[in-house]
C-alpha cells in the first residue's frame, strides 16, 4: 500500500454530495495536500489544496462555493467534501502530498511529490 490512499468515491445523481478521504502514512504538519482529477480523454486538472497546518486553502473556480478541502492532523487524513455536484464532477480524483504550498504553485501537479491511486466519482444526470 502506498503512502497516500483515498477512499470515499462512488456513484451519485446531480446535486447529491460525497466527501473523499486521503490518509497519508507519512503525514508531515508542513506538508500540503492536494486533491487532482481526470476524466477521461482530459488533461489532469488540480481540484484544490490544503497548505501545511491547514493555514490556507485553495480551489479551482470550477469547484468554488461547492468543494470544501479540510484536514485531520491527528487522523492524518485530508478531506474533499464535495456538493452540488454535476455530472461534469465526473473523474478518477487523485490526492498528492508536497512540501508546502502558496498561492502561486499549489496547482501544479509536477511539484506533488507522492500521490494515491485515485478514487473514481461518477455524478450521473
Known amino acids: 500500500q502506498g503512502q497516500l490512499v483515498e477512499s470515499g468515491g462512488g456513484s451519485v445523481q446531480a446535486g447529491g454530495s460525497l466527501t473523499l478521504s486521503c490518509t497519508d502514512s507519512?503525514?508531515?504538519?508542513?506538508?500540503?495536500r492536494g486533491w487532482f482529477r481526470q476524466a477521461p480523454g482530459k488533461e489532469r486538472e488540480a481540484v484544490a489544496a490544503i497548505s501545511g497546518g491547514g493555514v490556507r486553502t485553495y480551489y479551482a473556480d470550477f469547484v468554488k462555493e461547492r468543494f470544501t478541502v479540510a484536514q485531520d492532523d491527528a487522523k492524518k487524513t485530508a478531506y474533499l467534501q464535495m456538493n452540488s455536484l454535476k455530472p461534469d464532477d465526473t473523474a478518477m480524483y487523485y490526492c498528492?502530498?508536497?512540501?508546502?504550498?502558496?498561492?502561486?504553485?499549489?496547482?501544479?501537479?509536477?511539484?506533488?511529490?507522492?500521490w494515491g491511486q485515485g478514487t473514481q466519482v461518477t455524478v450521473s444526470s
Open positions: 498528492a502530498s508536497r512540501g508546502d504550498c502558496y498561492s502561486g504553485s499549489w496547482s501544479t501537479a509536477v511539484e506533488y511529490h507522492y
Open positions: 507519512r503525514f508531515g504538519y508542513n506538508s500540503c
